[in-house]
């Protein structure tokens, strides 16, 4: 069966696309199968943010019934609406998930509106009451995750000068840092955390220099947030620091310096809303949580992290998935002295505050513009 | 260069080219069949995915779109002998501009509000490009390499003000400008899912095309181009004709920026720097700087990267093979450009 068989009218139309579909010899292999397209905006094997979510699309595989196609490097472009309309045409996929913060507007909101028969799901967590039914959001409150490296980090460092490589000074960054450092002060009140913002979320070079210049400043534990960690893990380690990862473990890449990190669960998610959607329930629109949850997990600890550390991380763990405990709590002041939240005044994690948080938090040396 | 003027000649200026693509894509099958997929379903997949469908067709020439106008931007002063690199550059500060100019006179008509950004988006990227212009021209200063350095103050102007002045404080984890409201997008052609900056850009190069080979100015710019110093003593004025070529060139990456804007994204942020401006650079050499030609090498990019999607998900192919692919066209184009008048074929129907 070739594309000659169909008339010609027949493509102009673009009616023909199911039949066109259904004729292909590859997609009659995913007749019966729920067939769920995933988009990621940088490589599939970054050790990063594209990693974290290619671990959840492989969850799915093993998944009977399901059929994965992945499609990498997709730019924020129209180009995203083109690769879900392929997709949804060509590969018949009913579940989508473009992975990238900047797809959901306007680009998934088109196709949700375009196609109001196939479920997409965005991670970031932005979807509101106005925006179409058929569209969800989900993200995951890494900081969580953050904090308690955090901890681990204030025990390992000698220098008490920890290192954070960050992209841009946005509120999901800056709560990571903030976050970060508060963990670090539970273990040792006098840390610092030194930020060096690179200005984007790819930036080898930058990240490099930044991760260089952090450890000649002697700061002996560094973490990032960027797309790809890799680049800050490995030189980081090279440079004899030790370090605390970001989106995936980068123990494989550097088990000797690696402490424990903040990483993404989606494997765990990912399952379970492809299980709600082939049983006909309806996915919530609006999904976040944090380790409780399971949307983030802390990384294995690495064999060099102290017995004290690990006793009073997996405390504050414990706390976090208990429910209740508060990372950002007043009195709490900026690194220029202003008072940003009051005494008494505790902000759990879906408060809406949070995610205007502007500035660096008492501790940390840097600046967010 | 304008295709051959008598048969023999048009002939060679589209057997050769073609035959460098079969090489090219013959090179890719091998390539592919290096990693265990097969080549006919390869060929089958990208035709499919670039040109075998509709909505493929669409995919492609979306995609097509936005390459047209960048290419124009290297095509037209390399008429001057000039190698313009910075298409990039000027595709932002347009883009840019054009979202500023929607932001001041928000509240006109929509029809209007268009017609603002794209005037602003022409002129900003014109100028843009105009700037290298005139450091060559006045400063001595090399062009390819000024082009390609203003392309990195582009891009930093452009998140400085998307991240500061020009910020919608609302827009907390990517940073973006206001947006220029639904009603004034330009929205796509009747019938197709297709952007009007691909009316654009056909227009641009159709015009392009005129003015180099049909009028007395591009035919002073080829006279320019082949030697300053003659041109000098039949009295042109070279440096009249490198500012307005650049102007010129810079003003189609200047509305392909608009057009992104209007018709994609709606706001300014960094999303616009994706590269179409380099890919640009490409298309043109391809196309051997001609306006025309660009035209269908654009839409046979836009069609490899359309299918690129395919690849991936039917023969499980990393992204970076289209690139391989890419630069196989490339090189075997340019190796191609030695065979030009070394075949008797095309030279015996001259006579």
């Known amino acids: ?369 | 260069m304008a295709f051959g003027k008598n048969i023999g000649g048009a002939a060679e200026y589209v057997v050769i080219p073609a035959l460098a693509l079969l090489g090219a894509l013959a090179a890719f099958g091998i390539f592919a069949a290096l990693f265990g997929k097969d080549p006919i379903d390869l060929y089958f997949f990208m035709y499919q995915g670039a040109f075998g469908t509709w909505f493929s067709w669409q995919n492609t020439l979306t995609r097509a779109a936005p390459l047209i106008l960048t290419a124009l931007c290297t095509a037209l002063p390399a008429q001057l002998g000039m190698v313009i690199i910075g298409g990039e550059g000027a595709l932002l500060i347009g883009g840019l501009c054009a979202t500023a100019a929607a932001l001041v006179v928000q509240g006109a008509p929509p029809l209007l509000v268009d017609v603002a950004m794209a005037i602003a988006g022409m002129l900003a990227g014109g100028l843009w490009i105009a700037l290298s212009g005139a450091l060559r021209q006045f400063r001595g200063v090399n062009e390819t390499i000024s082009s390609l350095l203003l392309v990195y103050i582009a891009l930093a102007v452009l998140n400085f003000l998307v991240e500061g002045p020009m910020r919608d404080p609302s827009s907390l984890n990517k940073p973006s400008t206001r947006e220029i409201g639904a009603a004034n997008m330009i929205g796509a052609i009747p019938g197709t899912d297709v952007h009007w900056g691909l009316v654009f850009g056909l227009v641009a190069a159709a015009l392009a095309y005129v003015l180099i080979f049909h009028t007395t100015f591009g035919f002073a710019a080829r006279i320019a181009g082949g030697n300053v110093r003659a041109a000098r003593i039949v009295g042109l004025n070279v440096g009249r004709l490198v500012l307005i070529v650049c102007l010129l060139a810079g003003a189609a990456a200047g509305l392909a920026g608009m057009v992104e804007v209007a018709a994609v994204q709606g706001r300014a942020n960094a999303n616009l720097a994706v590269g179409y401006g380099f890919t640009g650079i490409l298309v043109s050499f391809l196309a051997r700087h001609n306006p025309l030609a660009i035209v269908p090498v654009a839409i046979l990019l836009g069609g490899i990267n359309a299918s690129g999607g395919l690849l991936q998900r039917r023969l499980g192919l990393p992204d970076a093979s289209v690139l391989v692919l890419q630069g196989m066209i490339f090189v075997s184009v340019l190796m191609s450009e030695t065979l030009y008048g070394r075949f008797r074929i095309f030279a015996r129907k001259e006579a």
């Open chain 1, 1 to 369: 069966m070739t594309i000659d068989s169909l008339s010609r009218r027949r493509l102009l139309q673009g009616a023909g696309m199911a039949a066109l579909a259904s004729a292909l010899p590859v997609a009659s292999a995913f007749a019966k199968d729920t067939t769920v397209g995933f988009i990621y905006v940088g490589s599939r094997d970054d050790y990063g943010y594209n990693q974290a979510h290619a671990a959840g699309a492989a969850a799915l595989k093993k998944m009977s019934g399901v059929k994965v196609v992945e499609e990498e490097k997709v730019p924020e472009t129209d180009a995203v609406e083109k690769t879900m309309e392929s997709m949804i045409n060509l590969d018949g996929a009913t579940l989508l998930f473009p992975t990238s913060f900047g797809y959901y507007s306007p680009h998934m909101l088109k196709m949700a509106v375009k196609y109001p028969k196939v479920r997409f799901e965005h991670a970031g967590g932005l979807w509101t009451e106005k925006d179409p039914k058929n569209a969800g959001s989900y993200f995951g409150y890494i900081d969580e995750a953050q904090h308690v490296a955090g901890i681990v980090a204030g025990y390992s460092s000698k220098t008490g000068k920890l290192g954070f490589v960050a992209a841009k000074p946005i509120p999901q960054v800056l709560r990571n840092i903030n976050a970060y450092l508060l963990g670090a002060r539970l273990a040792n009140p006098k840390a610092t955390l030194q930020v060096i913002f690179t200005g984007d979320w790819s930036m080898p070079v930058k990240e490099a220099e930044a991760t260089n210049s952090l450890i000649d400043q002697g700061c002996d534990v560094l973490t990032c947030h960027v797309d790809g960690p890799k680049t800050v893990m490995e030189n980081a380690a090279r440079r004899g620091a030790m370090v605390s990862g970001y989106h995936v473990s980068a123990a494989p890449l550097v088990p000797k310096a690696y402490l424990t990190g903040a990483e993404w669960n989606w494997e765990a998610l990912y399952p379970k809303f492809v299980k709600m959607f082939t049983a006909g329930e309806t996915i919530p629109n609006f999904y976040r949580g944090g380790l409780k949850e399971g949307l983030v997990k802390v990384s294995p600890y690495g064999a060099m992290v102290s017995e004290q550390a690990r006793k009073h991380a997996d405390d504050v763990k414990a706390k976090l998935m208990a429910g209740g405990y508060a990372i950002f709590k007043g009195p709490l002041k900026d690194n220029k002295g202003a008072v940003v939240i009051a005494g008494g005044v505790s902000r759990g994690q879906t408060d809406p505050e949070l995610e205007k948080m502007n500035y660096l938090v008492e501790g940390v040396i840097g600046a967010t513009s």
